[in-house]
T-cell receptor, first 112, second 114 residues
């Protein structure tokens, strides 16, 4: 099976812009989670979607949003970008409600 | 909220030797999952090993094994016969059995010395 794919792999944006990141899970996986990784804060959970419903949400401002489509693909949107949003954004997929998560290669977002 | 602590920011091991990475966690739940993930310089997170809390038997995957002490809330990873390709950042992670929200430790950077 193909692994989790994320597009784009690299992004450069300026403050105030918005960005959309995409994640395609492993075929058959219904759960998609998003994480932000920074040197200062480490790995932090953003949100999880299961069968198109947001099931869990981390402690991030409302500028961070997401959605999941009927084919389980997921998108994450960040509006009004801030310098502190520069990070590696990781997507992970899993087969069930509580199970092993398999990670994609990440999207490196740089905000200037 | 659950917390995961990795107290060793950096570790090193000679090639072919054995190394143990430590992880402790805090939870009030009785059923949960624990994981070790490896993140090499490519930044791709790779699953190393998984442990279900209700299983008393320690998980093993080839050269990787864990020492799961539920009462002590400890979950260490042992790497035997270390190889150069084992060099990476290792993250311990906790997940409850009600969802896929992972809590990660701060990571341990493992160097393998030839």
């Amino acid at each position: 099976k193909a692994g989790v794919t994320q597009t784009p792999r690299y992004l450069i944006k300026t403050r105030g812009q918005q960005v959309t990141l995409s994640c395609s899970p492993i075929s058959g996986h219904r759960s998609v989670s998003w994480y932000q990784q920074t040197p200062g804060q480490g790995l932090q959970f953003l949100f999880e979607y299961f069968s198109e419903t947001q099931r869990n949400k981390g402690n991030f401002p409302g500028r961070f949003s997401g959605r999941q489509f009927s084919n389980s693909r997921s998108e994450m949107n960040v509006s009004t970008l801030e310098l502190g949003d520069s990070a590696l954004y990781l997507c992970a997929s899993g087969p069930g409600k509580a199970d092993t998560q398999y990670f994609g290669p990440g999207t490196r977002l740089t905000v200037l | 909220a659950q917390t995961v602590t990795q107290s060793q920011p950096e570790m090193s091991v000679q090639e072919a030797e054995t190394v143990t990475l430590s992880c402790t966690y805090d939870t009030s739940e009785s059923d949960y999952y624990l994981f070790w993930y490896k993140q090499p310089p490519s930044r791709q997170m790779i699953l190393v090993i998984r442990q279900e809390a209700y299983k008393q038997q320690n998980a093993t995957e080839n050269r990787f094994s864990v020492n799961f002490q539920k009462a002590a809330k400890s979950f260490s990873l042992k790497i035997s016969d270390s190889q150069l390709g084992d060099a990476a950042m290792y993250f311990c992670a906790y997940s409850s059995n009600t969802g896929n929200q992972f809590y990660f430790g701060t990571g341990t950077s493992l160097t393998v010395i030839p």
